[in-house]
């Protein structure tokens, strides 16, 4: 259960559309199921606002698919996989269609980024709209890891593609999207130059998300992440190599900032 669905819950007791045993049910539900070869969280979404994410690197196509079936079957709503390779991705399909063939029909699986979504996308509840900019055609697969990432725990993303420090007239043109934005995500490879630039246009979070895409002395992308832990630009926070989860979850957070009432 995530925390929107807790506050919708909440608010159905509170108008009379569910009774409160009904909803008491719900809350009863075991903090986590032990499959033996995981422990599934149910409530983390209750605890961090965002439910638990399926890593797909190194897990079988059938633990990834009993996960989900764990999941939805506790009243998880939404489901993200990340990094899940292709072949994997149809068999978790095929494995969540024996399983149950409404889940199939449900998993939709974005092969650039690698992510694997079941239930859709919710609507955008944030504060604000979350850009994603990214330097080259090359630096996608992170970029739309970050995108889906946000999308999936509710927010508006808009995308900047291909504006890199090469062509600075490119990032320019979206100068009103860089000024309206709530929190900013910066993918670049190379020298990593594009979110210090970002970071000197905006004034709100940017996170900053080096990427493994750049020539030998790149590093791997070791040189665009020193590049942008040394950025001028103030109030740039910096993710891993390639981690455009983090990113996005991250910019989920700050998007979603609640101040309370006095």
């Known amino acids: 259960m995530e925390e929107r669905e807790m506050r919708a819950l909440l608010a159905a007791v509170a108008d009379g559309s569910v009774a409160p045993d009904v909803a008491a049910l719900r809350f009863k539900t075991a903090p986590f199921t032990d499959l033996g070869y995981a422990k599934v969280d149910h409530h983390r979404g209750i605890r961090q606002g965002a439910a638990e994410v399926i890593y797909g690197a190194g897990k079988t196509s059938e633990h990834i698919a009993g996960i989900v079936a764990n999941m939805r079957e506790a009243g998880q709503e939404r489901v993200l996989v990340t990094r899940l390779a292709p072949d994997a991705a149809a068999e978790v399909e095929a494995r969540l ?3 149950d063939p409404s889940l199939g029909a449900a998993f939709a699986y974005h092969e650039l980024p690698r992510v694997g979504i079941v239930g859709g996308l919710p609507q955008a509840d944030g504060n604000g ?4 900019a990214a ?5 996608l697969f992170v970029a739309e890891e ?3 990432t946000a999308e ?7 995308r900047l593609y291909d504006v890199g420090v090469a062509g600075i007239h490119r990032l320019l043109a979206h100068a009103d999207d860089i000024a309206s934005a709530q929190v900013i995500v910066a993918v670049a490879g190379m020298e990593g130059a594009l979110a210090s630039v970002v970071g000197g246009m905006a004034s709100c979070p940017v996170i ?3 990427t493994s895409v750049g020539y030998g002395a790149s590093f791997g992308g070791v040189a665009a992440l020193l590049a942008m832990l040394n950025s001028c630009a103030s109030g740039i926070s910096v993710v891993n190599i390639d981690n455009g989860f983090g990113a996005g979850y991250q910019a989920n957070m700050i998007n979603h900032v609640r101040i309370p009432s006095a």
């Open 97 to 99: 269609v024996a399983v």
């Open 129 to 132: 709209r979350i850009v994603i």
């Open 135 to 139: 330097a080259g055609t090359s630096d």
């Open 146 to 148: 970050a995108a889906l």
């Open 152 to 158: 999936v725990l509710g927010n508006e993303v808009v």
């Open 208 to 210: 900053a998300v080096p």
